[in-house]
């Protein structure tokens, strides 16, 4: 039979709540798990989109590249942050370093023709299809 009290009943005292207002899970430090950029693939017939979550990058540390068949997506940032009181004195500082890298196959792609822009944290790529090479209709005589 289900339970008749829907929320679980949790008491903290207010020294823990104090505690864990300090933690840096709390202000998101160093233990924040930076996901690998969510991806859409969608297919719109003659060219696959590629949509890439990525929040918090600048357009300019992300690299796009291609070698061997395969398309890297590849974006580095650090960040200098800090809150200061009135008189300049830090009362909390913080240095991160993020990296990502992602790998897809170009398998049917048109390497050449591929075109990206990046629009609040989404970067867009436009993968156009290989055109598929119809042999051309001829007809033999028979001697």
Not at 83 to 89: C, L, P, T
Not at 118 to 125: A, E, I, Q, T
Request: charged share 30%; with cysteine.
């Amino acid at each position: 039979m289900f339970d008749l009290v829907p929320f679980e009943h949790r008491s903290e005292s207010l020294f823990n709540a104090f505690d864990r207002m300090f933690d840096d899970s709390f202000f998101g430090g160093m233990e924040e798990q930076f996901a690998p950029c969510r991806t859409d693939i969608i297919d719109q017939g003659d060219k696959f989109v590629l949509k890439a979550d990525m929040p918090g990058f600048r357009k300019e540390d992300i690299r796009i590249n291609i070698q061997g068949g395969e398309l890297t997506i590849t974006a580095k940032r650090s960040e200098d942050s800090g809150d200061q009181d009135g008189k300049g004195s830090y009362i909390r500082r913080e240095r991160r370093y993020s990296a990502l890298s992602r790998s897809f196959g170009l398998d049917g792609i048109d390497a050449g023709k591929i075109t990206a822009g990046y629009d609040n944290g989404v970067l867009h790529l436009d993968l156009p299809k290989l055109k598929e090479v119809q042999p051309e209709s001829t007809t033999i005589e028979i001697n």
